[in-house]
């Protein structure tokens, strides 16, 4: 496995001891090591490739270097402890599905370690490896819940991968792998993204979708979570957050990019709710594009996604 260290000029750090900033609590650490720490641990994927091979456009690539700029330089969430962040860096392959398989041993470990993690995309190919690697751990806990996977996504992603591993295969895979062993919901769908037969597929074996209509009927992210979702502290839960679900308004950064699509606030609402309501191991981001992005709304938006999962967790502990 190939992990290659973020420059320390991303770390932003400030000496001023009353405005310090996330980066003054970061440490750049190996992977697999007995002291990582378990507020977060993160590390990058920066390819596109999946994109490519989907047709999309490039640039993912870039994200998790851009959105690191943003994030180390945020503040500490007030009233709470000194955070301890651990970056692992950015993952580096000769081939994509070595990449995959790297990634999911990343995900794998540091979810049997019960650290909190969030990986940073890079395409959503990506959904598999860290899906993948979040669901041999749990499985093998032997719990008596299934684990919960939630994809807050435009598109279904569940299109063969007789063509490679592409960004738009991610849960056709996952779901052939672990079949029944795990509980899949999609977020946010969008009529105009997805076929018929993608539909019929997800929910022939047995997935939940919510559109994006329906869960703005029902109030939002949180109205429909308490509707549909019983808490369950106990319960293992990895959520794929694919930017393009958030309106073009701002996330007009990704492969592909809506003028419908969620709202960072009432997101992050249904966000509170999951980390208040069972045992969140990961966040995954994917599919932030800088070359696309507009004053870096995209990269400060995913930043912010993973200030307030840190803030969550660490209010958990």
């Known amino acids: 496995m190939k992990l290659f260290a973020p420059s320390p000029s991303l770390i932003f750090k400030k000496a001023d001891p009353l405005d310090p900033r996330l980066g003054n609590f970061t440490e750049v650490i190996p992977p697999f090591q007995k002291t990582l720490p378990k507020d977060l641990v993160l590390w990058g994927y920066p390819d596109d490739e999946g994109i490519s091979l989907s047709g999309g456009r490039p640039g993912a690539s ?19 402890r000194a955070p301890h962040i651990g970056d692992l860096g950015n993952l580096s392959e000769d081939r994509l599905r070595e990449r995959h398989q790297s990634g999911s041993q990343l995900a794998e470990y540091a979810t049997k370690e019960h650290l909190f993690w969030t990986s940073l995309g890079g395409g959503h190919d990506y959904g598999y490896a860290d899906g993948a690697g979040f669901l041999r751990a749990t499985l093998a806990e032997n719990l008596n819940e299934k684990p919960l996977v939630l994809n807050f996504d435009a598109h279904l992603d569940v299109r063969p991968d ?18 029944s062993d795990f509980e899949f919901w ?3 769908i969008q009529p105009q993204c997805n076929a018929a037969a993608h539909f019929d597929w997800v929910t022939t074996r047995g997935g939940t979708i919510l559109s994006l ?3 703005e009927n029902a109030g939002g992210l949180r109205e429909t979570f308490q509707k549909h979702l019983m808490p369950n502290l106990k319960r293992p839960l990895w959520i794929s957050l694919d930017i393009d679900s958030f309106s073009r308004a701002y996330a007009p950064g990704c492969s592909q990019s809506f003028a419908t699509g969620f709202e960072p606030p009432k997101f992050l609402q249904g966000l509170d709710y999951l980390f208040s309501n069972f045992d969140v191991r990961g966040l995954s981001i994917y599919e932030v594009s800088p070359p696309l992005d507009l004053d870096n709304a995209t990269s400060k938006l995913a930043a912010l996604v993973i200030h307030r999962s840190l803030s969550l967790n660490m209010r958990k502990a």
């Not at 870039?62 to 709470?80: G, N, S, V």
């Not at 007789?162 to 079949?179: K, M």
Request: net charge negative.
């Open 162 to 179: 007789i063509q490679g591993a592409s960004s738009g295969t991610p849960f056709f895979r996952l779901i052939n792998e672990f079949n």
């Open 186 to 188: 999609e977020l946010g």
């Open 62 to 80: 870039q994200a998790p270097d851009r959105i690191r700029e943003f994030f180390y330089k945020m503040t500490p969430t007030a009233h709470l």
């Open 213 to 215: 209509e329906a869960i």
